[in-house]
Protein backbone atom coordinates (compact mmCIF):
# COMPACT_ATOMS: atom_id res chain seq x y z
CA UNK A 1 0.00 0.00 0.00
CA UNK A 2 1.57 3.51 -0.92
CA UNK A 3 2.66 5.35 2.20
CA UNK A 4 1.87 9.42 1.84
CA UNK A 5 4.15 11.86 3.78
CA UNK A 6 3.38 15.25 3.89
CA UNK A 7 5.98 18.40 4.19
CA UNK A 8 5.88 21.90 3.82
CA UNK A 9 3.15 23.84 6.33
CA UNK A 10 4.34 26.42 8.70
CA UNK A 11 3.36 29.84 9.94
CA UNK A 12 2.96 32.96 7.15
CA UNK A 13 1.45 36.03 7.32
CA UNK A 14 -1.60 36.89 5.45
CA UNK A 15 -1.40 37.03 1.79
CA UNK A 16 1.71 35.19 1.77
CA UNK A 17 2.35 31.62 0.23
CA UNK A 18 3.29 28.42 1.15
CA UNK A 19 4.11 24.48 -1.34
CA UNK A 20 2.84 21.52 0.42
CA UNK A 21 4.51 18.45 -0.83
CA UNK A 22 2.97 14.98 -0.57
CA UNK A 23 6.07 12.33 -1.00
CA UNK A 24 5.00 8.84 -1.93
CA UNK A 25 8.55 7.02 -1.78
CA UNK A 26 8.96 3.81 -4.28
CA UNK A 27 4.87 4.19 -5.91
CA UNK A 28 4.49 5.69 -9.48
CA UNK A 29 1.40 7.86 -8.54
CA UNK A 30 0.25 8.19 -12.54
CA UNK A 31 -2.25 5.66 -11.75
CA UNK A 32 -3.54 7.28 -8.33
CA UNK A 33 -6.12 9.89 -7.95
CA UNK A 34 -4.69 12.43 -5.64
CA UNK A 35 -6.01 14.63 -3.48
CA UNK A 36 -5.77 17.70 -0.95
CA UNK A 37 -8.34 17.59 2.30
CA UNK A 38 -7.83 20.04 5.63
CA UNK A 39 -9.81 20.11 8.89
CA UNK A 40 -10.07 22.26 11.99
CA UNK A 41 -10.96 21.29 15.19
CA UNK A 42 -14.69 20.86 15.63
CA UNK A 43 -14.73 21.34 11.76
CA UNK A 44 -15.13 18.34 9.30
CA UNK A 45 -12.89 17.64 6.49
CA UNK A 46 -13.09 19.36 3.66
CA UNK A 47 -11.67 18.62 0.32
CA UNK A 48 -9.35 21.09 -0.88
CA UNK A 49 -8.08 20.17 -4.37
CA UNK A 50 -7.67 17.06 -6.73
CA UNK A 51 -6.66 15.48 -9.10
CA UNK A 52 -8.00 12.58 -11.30
CA UNK A 53 -5.51 9.74 -12.51
CA UNK A 54 -7.50 9.15 -16.10
CA UNK A 55 -7.61 12.44 -17.35
CA UNK A 56 -5.60 14.90 -15.06
CA UNK A 57 -8.68 16.65 -14.53
CA UNK A 58 -8.85 19.27 -11.47
CA UNK A 59 -10.90 20.41 -9.44
CA UNK A 60 -10.84 22.83 -6.17
CA UNK A 61 -12.63 23.98 -3.27
CA UNK A 62 -14.67 27.57 -4.22
CA UNK A 63 -12.50 29.41 -1.39
CA UNK A 64 -9.44 28.48 -2.78
CA UNK A 65 -9.86 28.31 -6.23
CA UNK A 66 -7.57 30.62 -8.50
CA UNK A 67 -5.18 30.79 -5.21
CA UNK A 68 -3.96 27.25 -4.72
CA UNK A 69 -3.13 24.76 -7.56
CA UNK A 70 -2.21 21.01 -7.64
CA UNK A 71 0.38 19.63 -9.08
CA UNK A 72 2.19 16.29 -9.74
CA UNK A 73 5.85 15.56 -10.20
CA UNK A 74 6.57 11.91 -11.11
CA UNK A 75 9.91 11.82 -11.61
CA UNK A 76 9.72 12.63 -8.00
CA UNK A 77 6.64 10.54 -6.86
CA UNK A 78 4.91 13.69 -5.21
CA UNK A 79 2.46 15.99 -5.17
CA UNK A 80 2.52 19.21 -4.69
CA UNK A 81 -0.37 22.41 -3.14
CA UNK A 82 0.80 25.54 -4.11
CA UNK A 83 -1.06 27.87 -1.98
CA UNK A 84 -1.08 31.18 -2.86
CA UNK A 85 -3.02 34.90 -1.40
CA UNK A 86 -3.23 32.93 2.07
CA UNK A 87 -5.95 33.71 4.35
CA UNK A 88 -6.51 33.50 8.29
CA UNK A 89 -9.05 31.41 6.99
CA UNK A 90 -7.05 28.60 5.35
CA UNK A 91 -5.18 27.64 8.67
CA UNK A 92 -5.33 23.76 9.45
CA UNK A 93 -4.33 20.80 9.26
CA UNK A 94 -3.69 19.73 5.47
CA UNK A 95 -4.01 16.30 4.79
CA UNK A 96 -2.57 14.23 1.24
CA UNK A 97 -5.01 11.71 0.40
CA UNK A 98 -4.77 8.80 -2.38
CA UNK A 99 -6.94 6.06 -4.30
CA UNK A 100 -6.47 3.61 -6.81
CA UNK A 101 -9.91 3.55 -7.68
CA UNK A 102 -11.49 5.51 -10.23
CA UNK A 103 -13.77 8.54 -9.09
CA UNK A 104 -16.01 10.43 -11.37
CA UNK A 105 -15.81 14.39 -11.27
CA UNK A 106 -18.21 14.46 -8.25
CA UNK A 107 -16.41 12.13 -6.17
CA UNK A 108 -13.15 13.72 -6.15
CA UNK A 109 -13.33 16.00 -3.42
CA UNK A 110 -15.20 13.62 -0.98
CA UNK A 111 -13.14 12.07 2.51
CA UNK A 112 -14.56 8.75 2.35
CA UNK A 113 -13.81 7.80 -1.45
CA UNK A 114 -9.84 7.63 -0.47
CA UNK A 115 -8.38 5.11 1.34
CA UNK A 116 -4.90 6.15 1.47
CA UNK A 117 -3.61 9.17 3.93
CA UNK A 118 -1.06 11.36 5.12
CA UNK A 119 -0.48 12.15 8.89
CA UNK A 120 -0.83 15.76 7.77
CA UNK A 121 0.80 19.44 7.93
CA UNK A 122 0.18 22.27 9.95
CA UNK A 123 -0.38 25.31 7.59
CA UNK A 124 -1.14 28.24 10.12
CA UNK A 125 -2.02 31.78 8.68
CA UNK A 126 -1.54 34.69 11.04
CA UNK A 127 -0.09 38.46 11.83
Known amino acids: QVQLVESGGGLVHPGGSLRLSCAAP????????MAWFRQTPGKEREGVSC????????RYLGSVRGRFTISTDRTKNTVYLQMNSLKPEDTAVYYC????????????????????WGRGTQVTVSS
Open 97 to 116: AATRRSLIASQCLVDIEYDT
Open 26 to 33: GTSLGRYQ
Open 51 to 58: RRSGDNNT
